[in-house]
């Protein structure tokens, strides 16, 4: 075992890099610092480009014509540890138990991407040139949307075209399963604020008399679905694109059912819209989620208070066809009718992603397919969609006109943006010859 490619991922998930708290902004910072110090320790021609927020790694070896131009993108950023009393060691720092490391990070997405780097580091060792033309490209604001990226790609546009790119911040359907995936959601993010009285009431002496911002906003959530699990908002599944014949079948046969999401989730039992499968509800229609609710007392014991104001943080999750501006109109206007009487609602738009879909037979997507069962022999390669997003990978499209290849490695059970996070020392040393087989497979076509 390769005991420096461990250290150095272990100094990688030290880095606090949670892009949404203000408060880490430095420790964002001084993480895309140290990863350009190591992309440049191989020979890379590194930059760290600054952006509003958080800074763009970008790093690429020496540019030949006749080759061919893969990048390789993906994200040093993290998102927040809380519940941080759940998790059973601190979240920054790595701790390894039964093969399997644990921190944030460990899989989404610090293990993936540098189980490239160390791919090529390994290449260029041995080899002392890759295959192809790299371009490594990781960002420090996935977790929070991607929002200055995308400008970032139109003003560098012609140093950042490839012929490809290739990310692993995806799943593996089961452990040891290679996996390669063909479709993502998209997600829009909104915040609701329901405010009332002027300040907190004592809710005997106005209550009856005066509206209730949080029972209010517990009426406006539960207005966005029907009792089937449906989501009520008019027009929401106008553009939605079915599921094809070949795809439900396809996912019947995959080493993933039911008793397995019962059992990773710990959920009493399982829910969704009325006509689909699990794997159907969770690639391939769109949801509605309500990621914190909150408003008045939260302490300990009673207090009889109304509050003043109670807030929502929702996200949808969309599908092909469905466009962000578009349903994210659409929910809000939905949302503006069902306030009831007494309240105000401000809604703030949020962090949106296009959803993604491309064809598994593409000669790269086949490609793509023999690097995995190169890496992970055994299993035939699972062709899946996730419902995970990752907002850039259809703006690579728009704006690079470039299709991804998305090449998982990080497992159901992972627990990501969860306490406990892990990744398993196998699938980290997998992904580095994932990254070695797939350079050479790519290189191959021409
Ligand atoms: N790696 C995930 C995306 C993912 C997870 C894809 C699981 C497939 C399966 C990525 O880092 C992520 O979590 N993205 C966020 C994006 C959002 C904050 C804009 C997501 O999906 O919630
Ligand atoms: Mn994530």
Redesign the pocket.
């Known amino acids: 075992m390769d005991s420096s490619a461990l250290d150095e991922y272990f100094r990688f998930l030290r880095f606090p890099s949670i892009s949404t708290d203000p408060e880490r902004a430095g420790d964002v910072a001084a993480c895309a610092a140290w990863l350009g110090g190591k992309l440049t320790s191989l020979g890379l021609v590194t930059t760290i480009h600054p952006t509003p927020r958080h800074p763009i790694v970008v790093a690429r070896n020496e540019h030949r014509p006749g080759r061919r131009t893969v990048m390789i993108y993906g994200?040093y950023d993290v998102?927040p540890v809380d519940p941080v009393e759940l998790w059973t060691t601190p979240p920054f720092e790595p701790r390894v138990t039964d093969g399997v490391c644990f921190a944030r990070g460990a899989a989404?997405?610090k293990g993936q991407i540098f189980a490239h780097i160390r791919g090529i580091e390994e290449t260029l060792r041995e080899k002392g040139e890759l295959p192809v033309n790299l371009i490594l490209l990781i960002e420090g604001e996935?977790?929070?949307?991607?929002a200055n990226l995308e400008d970032f790609l139109a003003t560098h546009r012609e140093e950042l075209s490839c012929d490809l790119i290739a990310i692993s911040?995806?799943?593996m359907i089961a452990k040891g399963t290679p996996t390669f995936?063909y479709g993502?959601?998209g997600?829009g993010?909104l915040e609701l604020r329901v405010t009332g009285p002027a300040t907190d009431l004592h809710s005997g002496i106005y209550g009856g008399a005066v509206a209730n911002p949080a029972a209010a906003i517990a009426r406006i959530v539960a207005s966005l679905h029907d009792e089937q699990g449906r989501i009520a908002v008019p027009g929401f599944y106008d553009e939605v694109v079915p599921i094809e014949a070949w795809e439900r079948e396809a996912w019947a046969r995959l080493p993933f059912s039911d008793a397995d999401i019962l059992r990773v989730t710990g959920s009493p039992e399982l829910f969704g819209e009325a006509g689909f499968t699990s794997l159907e509800r969770t690639w391939a229609r769109p949801t509605a989620e309500v990621n914190g609710i909150g408003g008045g007392f939260q302490g300990v014991g009673t207090k009889t208070v109304l509050p003043r104001e109670a807030f929502a943080k929702l996200?949808f999750?969309l599908v092909p066809n469905q466009w962000p501006d578009d349903v994210m109109e659409k929910v809000k206007a939905h949302l503006r009718a069902h306030v009831p009487p007494g309240v105000k609602l401000e809604i703030t738009g949020g962090?949106?992603?296009e959803p993604y879909v491309t064809d598994p037979q593409s000669p790269d997507g086949l490609a793509a397919q023999r690097a995995l069962a190169q890496a992970f022999p055994g299993k035939p390669v699972a062709l899946i969609r996730?419902?995970?997003?990752?907002?850039i990978v259809n703006t690579f499209k728009r704006i690079l006109g470039v299709e991804t290849l998305?090449l998982?490695l990080?497992l159901p059970d992972c627990a990501?943006?969860a306490p406990n996070e892990n990744f398993p020392l196998e699938n980290f040393f997998g992904g580095i010859r994932l990254n070695r087989a797939l350079l050479d497979e790519l290189a191959a076509i021409n």
């Open positions: 994200h998102q989404d997405n996935e977790e929070i949307g991607s911040d995806t799943g995936t993502l959601r997600i993010a996200t999750r962090h949106a992603g996730e419902g995970g997003s990752i907002p998305l998982g990080a990501a943006h």
